[in-house]
């Protein structure tokens, strides 16, 4: 299928793209260049109140005594609180969803209170009239604890000689097992069966911006707003109502710029949590902003697993099954209200993604451990899945002695092969894996790639080329969360309103956190009404204020908050249409709304501008037809419904260069080949790729959150937990196929996390093709220059 | 993270600075490149800040006699950009750039940076590979203290209270003399999993930072005759802790790399 | 006890004086004090550059530097920088080619971009990545802002 025809206007008018699929720059950057943003630090309240936490220095201890005597004679501290009194004023909560079966997690405070269970987790919070002031107070409170035993290895966390929670019986917090049958035999009748177990380490986002919040709770009318750097304000809404006893049209969340969340802010904190209770508590602002050291400690984690898999194929190179076990650790709880087990779900459901097999059997187990808790965190799952299946296949593809690419080429899904139910259940609309491997190949210039290796390699310079096909989740229906019972929105609404000078609001429920989204909605409102982008003005981000809905979350802002704009903008397009002609007294059939003006559909000469038309429309309606009411303010909303999840595919390729005598690999460059459907901004997408990449880069060679035996945090500062920077990083190649989806006029699928889905299982990939000539593979990641040594037998 | 609080003095002689460095509970602040992060971590609790910023004589680069001189206050950014210590002291040219970022090159100082003697700073190996003699004054007087007896210890040199460190001096490069600095970093400006300072000169010195807690002089791979003698007694001269990413052998492999590069390097004729 | 010293200082051209804690950082006292929120902090321990301003011509860690340490000194932010328009030509490439995305780093970055384009007239690829070595960006992945940053260099001339 070619590049989108988008029909963008109602049926028998003409076609004008508008600003679909032009990489228009966005319009709200001026302000960010000039420091004239809004984070959420940077606002100002009266009485503005400070928040700091008492946090545990153990992994697992009960908290005998606190003692906030000092602490609460201490220069402008306003109060020192604990979780007790803390729980006067926010219910706990319990991170389980209906649909995962069988998942258990134990109640959460906002402030621990019987116990510790992470190095990190908050037992006291102390309320003062500066951050300074209540650090201070911080260091005075005294504490008596008594240590527990401490659950750090996932295996050992399994076997259960140590329970950290005794009523929950054992520490799996949610396990799965799915099995399509003749999997046995399919391995039996393997002319080769390859294996290995692939370790993935546990990192975090590193929001460049820390958590933030600001809670206003205003006695007087028993209401409470809540500046909140979340990417889900109105599920926030939800919560805080909940949760803090206050009803949900008295709860008001905004978010106003957001420095980087990646999912990291999408999830409910208890820090965060505490924080708007004691504004209700304190009748007044209370501010919490993590800092850089506490980020470490408390921020969601993500990613830590040991996967076995095993791949049975045909001597012809055929794919005939996988086998999976994963093992996966958590923290002490499951996180609200999106559970922590959906990371291990996504591993079952994705690997082995973009081949044709028909046979797989997975087991996989969700461990609690007393280090920090885990949650989704972008890309959830695909990383892994993508990596292990990537890596097993290039295993078989060597042990084959087939090209990688010509393996893939024999076991790629085939792009006519549509709709397509996978083994594991999920259903593909309709992928583009053959054009995508093609259009790669080709860019990459593959084969003089391989050629050049091949000189190069004789001159003892050894290079790496890695591939990584894959499938990824965007757009869910409520298939995801929905419909295990949680209060997470998978529709979004947008409304168009023309103002009275012709300028176009667009209020979305779909938030902006640097991706780009009020760019989009701009662009789709733009191309939809008839209007130019610079009369365009977007607005996100405000429960008060915009339709209800998601917000940033699994790759769905373009193709659910899109979709939402796109048919608000043509509606309102007609209706301007029918003001105009009763504007104009001739039938709306012959007219057209273009670059700012009602035109003539077939000659396209001016009509009306549509700063006339607003100020007859709002300002003179006593001179339009008695039973005539304009109505320029249109609100569509938009729920995919046929496929639970619209999956996309790409494909990436690395290129490394190894040092074999210390280790260290260089990224030459890096490829990235997306169909993510329509594609409204080229240059956003682009982008959105390269900065998943690099994500992707730092968890496959630089980023672990490394712990010692106790439980404690080891490298949780700047200096000592690398995350990828400048100096290091490749320049990234991108290319896109358009295979738009039928379920939206807009056709868009999402985007945000595949260069994070795709970037270290193609590094991986890269590193092992550069060590096939030392015999030596890597597989437990990050690919430090010590486990490469390792793996190189140079120590 | 906001540092504790702590009382800020600048004296503006050395006299007086010498008096209030002594105080207990007293820190001196140069570029506050270390000290401030250690501040806002709340590391360290000091009672009063010492800014010795102001204090004229402790600047300067001077090459008289063939003997350069780097005053304390020195910036890393002025060393880098000197064309004297690029003539004369190319081994320092070498290592600066490997000093974190430019902005914390624009504040940091030599004097603070061997002051605190950081087991994985450039400037300590650098200044006993070229035989410097780092010059120290209290109110008692000055000292001049050779730069491998003055790391004496994890982040412990002969500094007594009350003393500041004035200047480095070492010889100028001699026209037959060669240095080269390598160093092993995951990223540009990362504290050095390991690094080499290599200085040929009437002796050979190879001189390793971030392989103990002070720089490393290894003197048998140093008076080794042959490549292959160096890296088989390096393992003696020799004994790195581990670091968060890297055992100890890691270390000592990565060591003898370095060693085999340097050693090549400088034995290459121009 | 709150120690405060009193200083006086420029900040973007204007005097400016002020009775501070002598424990609060360059980069709180221009956001606190003087309500200049454009410099931002993401690490307080100076590895990530988000709170680069420059100081007597020179860019520095905003958080690594004491406000009592900037008595006397002239200091620019990237409002200031902005207002003079100095920063133009990055401000319009960084635009143009989606140089930023969540904009926190961004005047950090737009800082350490200038520093590079005032000393050299032009820079490889790795020459500009050096540069801004210091400076985490978790969005853009960078590329695009060193393509915007070699458009800069180049047009130089």
Same mark, same amino acid.
């Given at each position: 299928?070619?590049?989108?025809?988008?029909?963008?206007?109602?049926?028998?008018?003409?076609?004008?793209?508008?600003?679909?699929?032009?990489?228009?720059?966005?319009?709200?950057?001026?302000?960010?260049?000039?420091?004239?943003?809004? %984070?959420?630090?940077?606002?100002?309240?009266?009485?503005?109140?400070?928040?700091?936490?008492?946090?545990?220095?153990?992994?697992?201890?009960?908290?005998?005594?606190?003692?906030?005597?000092?602490?609460?004679?201490?220069?402008?501290?306003?109060?020192?609180?604990?979780?007790?009194?803390?729980?006067?004023?926010?219910?706990?909560?319990?991170?389980?969803?209906?649909?995962?079966?069988?998942?258990?997690?134990?109640?959460?405070?906002?402030?621990?209170?019987?116990?510790?269970?992470?190095?990190?987790?908050?037992?006291?919070?102390?309320?003062?009239?500066?951050?300074?002031?209540?650090?201070?107070?911080?260091?005075?409170?005294?504490?008596?604890?008594?240590?527990?035993?401490?659950?750090?290895?996932?295996?050992?966390?399994?076997?259960?000689?140590?329970?950290?929670?005794?009523?929950?019986?054992?520490?799996?917090? %949610?396990?799965?097992?799915?099995?399509?049958?003749?999997?046995?035999?399919?391995?039996?009748?393997?002319?080769?069966?390859?294996?290995?177990? %692939?370790?993935?380490?546990?990192?975090?986002?590193?929001?460049?911006?820390?958590?933030?919040?600001?809670?206003?709770?205003?006695?007087?009318?028993?209401?409470?707003?809540?500046?909140?750097?979340?990417?889900?304000?109105?599920?926030?809404?939800?919560?805080?109502?909940?949760?803090?006893?206050?009803?949900?049209?008295?709860?008001?969340?905004?978010?106003?710029?957001?420095?980087?969340?990646?999912?990291?802010?999408?999830?409910?904190?208890?820090?965060?949590?505490?924080?708007?209770?004691?504004?209700?508590?304190?009748?007044?602002?209370?501010?919490?902003?993590?800092?850089?050291?506490?980020?470490?400690?408390?921020?969601?984690?993500?990613?830590?697993?040991?996967?076995?898999?095993?791949?049975?194929?045909?001597?012809?190179?055929?794919?005939?099954?996988?086998?999976?076990?994963?093992?996966?650790?958590?923290?002490?709880?499951?996180?609200?209200?999106?559970?922590?087990?959906?990371?291990?779900?996504?591993?079952?459901?994705?690997?082995?993604?973009?081949?044709?097999?028909?046979?797989?059997?997975?087991?996989?187990?969700?461990?609690?451990?007393?280090?920090?808790?885990?949650?989704?965190?972008?890309?959830?799952?695909?990383?892994?899945?993508?990596?292990?299946?990537?890596?097993?296949?290039?295993?078989?593809?060597?042990?084959?002695?087939?090209?990688?690419?010509?393996?893939?080429?024999?076991?790629?899904?085939?792009?006519?092969?549509?709709?397509?139910?996978?083994?594991?259940?999920?259903?593909?609309?309709?992928?583009?894996?053959?054009?995508?491997?093609?259009?790669?190949?080709?860019?990459?210039?593959?084969?003089?790639?391989?050629?050049?290796?091949?000189?190069?390699?004789?001159?003892?310079?050894?290079?790496?080329?890695?591939?990584?096909?894959?499938?990824?989740?965007?757009?869910?229906?409520?298939?995801?969360?929905?419909?295990?019972?949680?209060?997470?929105?998978?529709?979004?609404?947008?409304?168009?309103?023309?103002?009275?000078?012709?300028?176009?609001?667009?209020?979305?429920?779909?938030?902006?956190?640097?991706?780009?989204?009020?760019?989009?909605?701009?662009?789709?409102?733009?191309?939809?009404?008839?209007?130019?982008?610079?009369?365009?003005?977007?607005?996100?981000?405000?429960?008060?204020?915009?339709?209800?809905?998601?917000?940033?979350?699994?790759?769905?802002?373009?193709?659910?908050?899109?979709?939402?704009?796109?048919?608000?903008?043509?509606?309102?397009?007609?209706?301007?249409?029918?003001?105009?002609?009763?504007?104009?007294?001739?039938?709306?059939?012959?007219?057209?709304?273009?670059?700012?003006?009602?035109?003539?559909?077939?000659?396209?000469?001016?009509?009306?501008?549509?700063?006339?038309?607003?100020?007859?429309?709002?300002?003179?309606?006593?001179?339009?037809?008695?039973?005539?009411?304009?109505?320029?303010?249109?609100?569509?909303?938009?729920?995919?419904?046929?496929?639970?999840?619209?999956?996309?595919?790409?494909?990436?390729?690395?290129?490394?260069?190894?040092?074999?005598?210390?280790?260290?690999?260089?990224?030459?460059?890096?490829?990235?080949?997306?169909?993510?459907?329509?594609?409204?901004?080229?240059?956003?997408?682009?982008?959105?790729?390269?900065?998943?990449?690099?994500?992707?880069?730092?968890?496959?060679?630089?980023?672990?959150?490394?712990?010692?035996?106790?439980?404690?945090?080891?490298?949780?500062?700047?200096?000592?937990?690398?995350?990828?920077?400048?100096?290091?990083?490749?320049?990234?190649?991108?290319?896109?196929?358009?295979?738009?989806?039928?379920?939206?006029?807009?056709?868009?699928?999402?985007?945000?996390?595949?260069?994070?889905?795709?970037?270290?299982?193609?590094?991986?990939?890269?590193?092992?093709?550069?060590?096939?000539?030392?015999?030596?593979?890597?597989?437990?990641?990050?690919?430090?220059?010590?486990?490469?040594?390792?793996?190189?037998?140079?120590? | 993270?906001?540092?504790?609080?702590?009382?800020?003095?600048?004296?503006?002689?050395?006299?007086?600075?010498?008096?209030?460095?002594?105080?207990?509970?007293?820190?001196?602040?140069?570029?506050?490149?270390?000290?401030?992060?250690?501040?806002?971590?709340?590391?360290?609790?000091?009672?009063?800040?010492?800014?010795?910023?102001?204090?004229?004589?402790?600047?300067?680069?001077?090459?008289?006699?063939?003997?350069?001189?780097?005053?304390?206050?020195?910036?890393?950014?002025?060393?880098?950009?000197?064309?004297?210590?690029?003539?004369?002291?190319?081994?320092?040219?070498?290592?600066?750039?490997?000093?974190?970022?430019?902005?914390?090159?624009?504040?940091?100082?030599?004097?603070?940076?061997?002051?605190?003697?950081?087991?994985?700073?450039?400037?300590?190996?650098?200044?006993?590979?070229?035989?410097?003699?780092?010059?120290?004054?209290?109110?008692?007087?000055?000292?001049?203290?050779?730069?491998?007896?003055?790391?004496?210890?994890? /982040?412990?040199?002969?500094?007594?209270?009350?003393?500041?460190?004035?200047?480095?001096?070492?010889?100028?490069?001699?026209?037959?003399?060669?240095?080269?600095?390598?160093?092993?970093?995951?990223?540009?400006?990362?504290?050095?999993?390991?690094?080499?300072?290599?200085?040929?000169?009437?002796?050979?010195? /190879?001189?390793?930072?971030?392989?103990?807690?002070?720089?490393?002089?290894?003197?048998?791979?140093?008076?080794?005759?042959?490549?292959?003698?160096?890296?088989?007694?390096?393992?003696?001269?020799?004994?790195?802790?581990?670091?968060?990413?890297?055992?100890?052998?890691?270390?000592?492999?990565?060591?003898?790399?370095?060693?085999?590069?340097?050693?090549?390097?400088?034995?290459?004729?121009? | 006890?709150?120690?405060?010293?009193?200083?006086?200082?420029?900040?973007?051209?204007?005097?400016?004086?002020?009775?501070?804690?002598?424990?609060?950082?360059?980069?709180?006292?221009?956001?606190?004090?003087?309500?200049?929120?454009?410099?931002?902090?993401?690490?307080?321990?100076?590895?990530?550059?988000?709170?680069?301003?420059?100081?007597?011509?020179?860019?520095?860690?905003?958080?690594?530097?004491?406000?009592?340490?900037?008595?006397?000194?002239?200091?620019?932010?990237?409002?200031?920088?902005?207002?003079?328009?100095?920063?133009?030509?990055?401000?319009?490439?960084?635009?143009?080619?989606?140089?930023?995305?969540?904009?926190?780093?961004?005047?950090?970055?737009?800082?350490?971009?200038?520093?590079?384009?005032?000393?050299?007239?032009?820079?490889?690829?790795?020459?500009?990545?050096?540069?801004?070595?210091?400076?985490?960006?978790?969005?853009?992945?960078?590329?695009?802002?060193?393509?915007?940053?070699?458009?800069?260099?180049?047009?130089?001339?």
């Amino acid at each position: 299928m070619g590049k989108a025809e988008l029909p963008l206007h109602a049926p028998g008018t003409q076609v004008d793209k508008g600003y679909i699929g032009q990489s228009v720059p966005r319009p709200n950057l001026q302000r960010l260049l000039q420091g004239r943003g809004a %984070f959420i630090d940077d606002l100002r309240f009266p009485r503005l109140a400070h928040a700091a936490f008492f946090r545990s220095p153990y992994a697992h201890a009960r908290i005998k005594k606190l003692d906030f005597e000092k602490a609460r004679k201490a220069n402008g501290v306003i109060g020192v609180f604990d979780g007790r009194a803390v729980a006067g004023y926010c219910t706990p909560w319990v991170a389980v969803l209906a649909h995962l079966k069988g998942m258990k997690s134990p109640p959460q405070h906002a402030i621990a209170i019987e116990r510790a269970c992470w190095q990190g987790e908050a037992v006291a919070a102390v309320v003062a009239e500066s951050r300074s002031q209540a650090e201070d107070a911080v260091a005075l409170i005294e504490a008596e604890w008594e240590e527990l035993p401490v659950v750090v290895d996932m295996e050992e966390s399994l076997q259960g000689t140590k329970i950290i929670h005794a009523e929950l019986g054992d520490n799996v917090c %949610f396990k799965r097992e799915l099995d399509t049958g003749g999997v046995e035999e399919a391995f039996a009748k393997a002319d080769v069966i390859v294996e290995d177990t %692939f370790h993935f380490g546990r990192h975090t986002g590193v929001c460049l911006e820390g958590r933030a919040i600001l809670a206003d709770y205003n006695a007087g009318e028993h209401s409470l707003t809540v500046y909140h750097a979340t990417q889900a304000p109105h599920m926030m809404q939800d919560i805080f109502s909940r949760h803090l006893g206050i009803p949900e049209a008295n709860v008001r969340v905004i978010t106003k710029d957001v420095g980087g969340s990646f999912g990291i802010k999408v999830h409910v904190y208890p820090d965060e949590m505490a924080t708007a209770a004691l504004s209700v508590m304190l009748h007044r602002p209370v501010k919490f902003v993590a800092d850089r050291l506490e980020s470490f400690l408390s921020d969601i984690h993500a990613r830590e697993h040991r996967v076995k898999v095993r791949l049975a194929a045909s001597k012809a190179g055929e794919i005939l099954a996988f086998d999976l076990d994963d093992l996966t650790s958590i923290g002490p709880y499951s996180v609200y209200p999106r559970t922590s087990g959906i990371e291990g779900n996504q591993v079952v459901n994705l690997t082995g993604g973009p081949y044709r097999h028909q046979k797989y059997r997975a087991k996989m187990n969700v461990v609690f451990t007393n280090k920090n808790v885990t949650c989704q965190y972008r890309a959830v799952g695909h990383p892994i899945a993508v990596a292990l299946t990537e890596g097993i296949v290039d295993l078989a593809a060597q042990r084959l002695q087939m090209d990688p690419a010509e393996f893939r080429r024999k076991n790629l899904i085939p792009d006519d092969a549509y709709p397509y139910t996978f083994p594991s259940g999920i259903k593909f609309e309709q992928l583009s894996h053959h054009k995508a491997l093609d259009l790669l190949l080709k860019t990459m210039n593959y084969t003089e790639l391989r050629e050049e290796q091949r000189q190069l390699r004789a001159r003892s310079v050894f290079r790496g080329i890695g591939l990584a096909a894959m499938i990824e989740v965007t757009n869910p229906s409520p298939a995801f969360y929905g419909v295990g019972g949680a209060r997470i929105s998978a529709q979004d609404g947008a409304t168009l309103r023309l103002e009275p000078t012709g300028m176009l609001t667009v209020l979305c429920s779909v938030t902006e956190q640097g991706q780009g989204s009020e760019a989009v909605f701009a662009q789709i409102a733009a191309s939809a009404v008839g209007v130019s982008i610079d009369k365009v003005k977007v607005i996100t981000g405000d429960t008060g204020v915009t339709p209800y809905g998601g917000g940033t979350w699994a790759s769905r802002g373009a193709g659910i908050g899109g979709e939402a704009v796109l048919q608000a903008g043509r509606a309102l397009r007609a209706n301007m249409l029918e003001v105009a002609a009763a504007i104009l007294k001739v039938d709306k059939a012959e007219l057209d709304v273009e670059k700012n003006c009602v035109v003539s559909l077939l000659t396209r000469e001016k009509k009306i501008d549509l700063a006339e038309l607003g100020r007859v429309a709002y300002f003179r309606p006593d001179t339009l037809p008695m039973d005539f009411q304009a109505e320029l303010t249109v609100t569509r909303h938009y729920t995919p419904r046929q496929y639970g999840f619209t999956f996309t595919n790409g494909i990436q390729a690395s290129l490394v260069e190894l040092d074999p005598d210390t280790g260290f690999v260089r990224l030459l460059k890096h490829w990235c080949v997306e169909d993510s459907g329509t594609v409204i901004n080229p240059m956003l997408v682009d982008e959105q790729l390269r900065g998943g990449v690099v994500q992707g880069i730092g968890a496959a060679l630089l980023e672990e959150c490394l712990y010692g035996p106790d439980g404690q945090l080891l490298n949780g500062n700047m200096a000592d937990y690398l995350v990828p920077m400048a100096g290091e990083m490749p320049d990234i190649v991108c290319a896109h196929i358009e295979t738009p989806t039928r379920q939206s006029q807009l056709g868009a699928k999402g985007v945000g996390e595949a260069g994070t889905a795709g970037a270290p299982g193609a590094v991986m990939n890269a590193i092992n093709d550069a060590l096939v000539p030392f015999n030596a593979r890597v597989t437990a990641m990050p690919f430090t220059p010590e486990r490469i040594l390792k793996a190189l037998k140079k120590i | 993270m906001k540092a504790p609080s702590f009382a800020y003095s600048k004296p503006q002689s050395l006299a007086e600075a010498f008096e209030l460095a002594e105080q207990p509970g007293a820190k001196v602040l140069a570029g506050g490149q270390s000290l401030i992060p250690s501040l806002n971590m709340r590391l360290s609790a000091p009672e009063l800040l010492v800014d010795i910023t102001g204090i004229g004589s402790l600047r300067g680069i001077s090459v008289e006699q063939g003997v350069v001189r780097i005053g304390a206050l020195t910036t890393h950014a002025q060393i880098e950009r000197s064309p004297e210590i690029g003539r004369h002291a190319p081994l320092l040219a070498q290592a600066v750039p490997h000093i974190a970022h430019p902005a914390i090159r624009n504040r940091g100082t030599l004097g603070g940076s061997i002051a605190l003697a950081d087991p994985a700073a450039e400037y300590p190996a650098c200044l006993v590979a070229l035989g410097a003699t780092i010059v120290v004054a209290g109110k008692d007087g000055e000292r001049l203290v050779p730069a491998e007896d003055f790391f004496k210890g994890l /982040f412990e040199v002969d500094l007594r209270p009350g003393e500041l460190v004035m200047a480095a001096e070492f010889p100028a490069l001699l026209k037959d003399e060669r240095s080269v600095f390598l160093e092993l970093a995951r990223r540009h400006g990362d504290y050095a999993i390991i690094g080499l300072a290599a200085h040929k000169a009437a002796e050979t010195r /190879f001189v390793y930072l971030g392989a103990g807690a002070t720089p490393v002089f290894a003197r048998r791979a140093s008076a080794a005759s042959t490549l292959e003698d160096a890296v088989s007694v390096l393992d003696r001269d020799i004994d790195p802790p581990a670091d968060l990413y890297n055992s100890s052998t890691t270390k000592r492999h990565l060591a003898k790399v370095l060693l085999a590069r340097a050693w090549n390097t400088l034995t290459t004729s121009h | 006890m709150e120690h405060a010293n009193d200083i006086t200082l420029t900040v973007n051209g204007t005097p400016v004086s002020r009775r501070v804690p002598a424990r609060q950082h360059l980069v709180d006292f221009l956001r606190e004090e003087l309500g200049l929120t454009g410099s931002h902090i993401g690490c307080e321990h100076g590895v990530c550059g988000a709170c680069t301003v420059r100081v007597n011509g020179e860019i520095v860690r905003g958080c690594l530097m004491l406000a009592v340490q900037a008595n006397g000194c002239s200091v620019d932010t990237i409002e200031g920088l902005s207002d003079s328009k100095e920063l133009a030509a990055l401000q319009k490439s960084f635009h143009e080619r989606n140089a930023l995305q969540c904009g926190f780093c961004t005047p950090g970055m737009l800082m350490a971009a200038q520093d590079l384009v005032n000393q050299k007239s032009k820079a490889t690829r790795e020459e500009i990545r050096a540069h801004i070595s210091g400076n985490y960006c978790r969005c853009t992945g960078y590329q695009a802002i060193v393509d915007a940053i070699e458009e800069v260099l180049n047009g130089q001339g």
